[in-house]
């Protein structure tokens, strides 16, 4: 028997830590054994992989900083850059003030992808069932490829070594029975961690923040702290009914995943959803002719992406985001189309309600997306 939660063992090629939460690992009979895959600070680990001298210092990736004036936001950054206070989506120009020393690199999306598509070719090698949720996540489903947690671990060990060895990046791994506690296992040991929990799930999730509950973001948390629930644990032993009568299915759905209760199905996605893109303004701006531009400029590359990956859109609408930042969407239904001219008059027009308004951020969306069945076009080749 290991010890139980919070045991921390070396694998053996002495880098990743591995943490067991149970006390066995074998069980007889198990419904699912599910991995959640996460490359480790995705787009700086890549950055510092292609820069071996810039290993060990604070890199940012996102806007250019203009030394603290720079508008935009940060995108993901090193491990070092957090010890920083810096996280995904802070506006670039704190992060400058936080660390003005620091690596500040703009996007290499070209790179990222590709090592993202070398990354998934070897996750699916594992296994047929396969999910990719973004470009640095995946969930795998090994139950037929293993007979227990055990030798989960040592597939799961072989996977972290070969997308290492393969290229140069680190991921961490989480295991168990559903996705929910799978994807909160990889976070746990991060970086380069393996986190294995085939039961006592509620062991697992008790001491965590309640923030740390997938799904409860910065507003539940709020009101949940307000009804003095700050951890997971106080969630599982709060009233369901009271949580019921308070956020509707909403609460259920919370107590349930307290207690560990999750989807055990990992299934491939059947395609995009939506396609957009954005553009923030280095200054506020209610130059309109600059907006309009800048507007059609973004419904071409949407259009373009559109055309590329062959699909029909059924909607057009634009994101706009004020001085304020408060921020807007809007949009209409167009029927079932995917040429350039309608995306850019629709976004054009939608835009307008803000006229007069000083803009920070516009952006525009494609959306209720449909395959263009064997045909492509011109665009496309």
């Known amino acids: 028997m290991e010890e139980k939660a919070q045991s921390l063992l070396k694998d053996s090629t002495g880098h990743a830590r591995v943490a067991y939460l149970s ?43 203009r030394e603290g004036k720079g508008r935009g936001v940060v995108s993901t950054c090193s491990m070092e850059a957090r010890a920083f206070g810096i996280h995904s989506a802070m506006p670039i120009s704190k992060a400058y003030k936080l660390c003005p020393d620091g690596i500040y690199v703009h996007h290499n999306f070209a790179s990222y992808r590709q090592v993202s598509q070398n990354v998934m070719e070897i996750l699916r ?43 140069g990046i ?61 951890t997971i644990g106080d969630l599982a032993l709060f009233n369901r009914e009271l949580l019921t009568s308070r956020f509707g299915v909403y609460g259920a759905y919370l107590h349930l995943k307290a207690h560990g209760v999750g989807n055990d199905v990992v299934a491939p996605r059947e395609g995009r959803k939506s396609i957009s893109k954005e553009r923030t303004f280095f200054h506020d701006t209610d130059d309109w002719s600059l907006i309009h531009e800048k507007i059609a400029e973004l419904a071409e590359r949407v259009t373009e992406k559109l055309h590329k990956e062959s699909y029909y859109y059924k909607t057009v609408s634009v994101k706009v985001r004020l001085a304020d930042f408060s921020t807007f969407t809007r949009a209409t239904t167009v029927g079932r189309r995917n040429d350039l001219a309608t995306v850019r008059r629709w976004a054009r027009i939608l835009s307008n309600e803000f006229h007069g308004k000083k803009i920070r951020l516009v952006g525009v969306r494609v959306a209720g997306l449909e395959r263009l069945e064997g045909q492509r076009t011109l665009l496309a080749f």
């Open 23 to 65: 006390d066995q690992f074998s069980f007889g009979h198990m419904s699912k054994i599910i991995l959640h895959v996460d490359m480790d600070c995705f787009f700086a680990a890549v950055e510092v992989r292609e820069h071996p001298e810039w290993k060990g210092k604070p890199v940012i990736i996102g806007a250019d900083p």
């Open 170 to 230: 680190t991921c961490s791994i989480g295991v168990s029975v559903n996705k929910l506690i799978a994807k909160m296992g990889s976070e746990h040991e991060k970086p380069d961690g393996l986190t294995i929990i085939p039961d006592k799930m509620q062991e697992f999730l008790a001491p965590k923040k309640i923030r740390e509950l997938y799904g409860v973001g910065p507003k539940m948390e709020q009101k949940l702290q307000k009804l003095g629930i700050s």
């Open 125 to 167: 090698s594992y296994s047929d069932v396969f999910q990719q949720t973004s470009v640095d996540e995946a969930f795998l489903d090994i139950t037929e490829q293993v007979r227990d947690f055990e030798e989960a671990k040592l597939l799961a060990q072989k996977i972290k070594n070969e997308i290492l060895e393969k290229e």
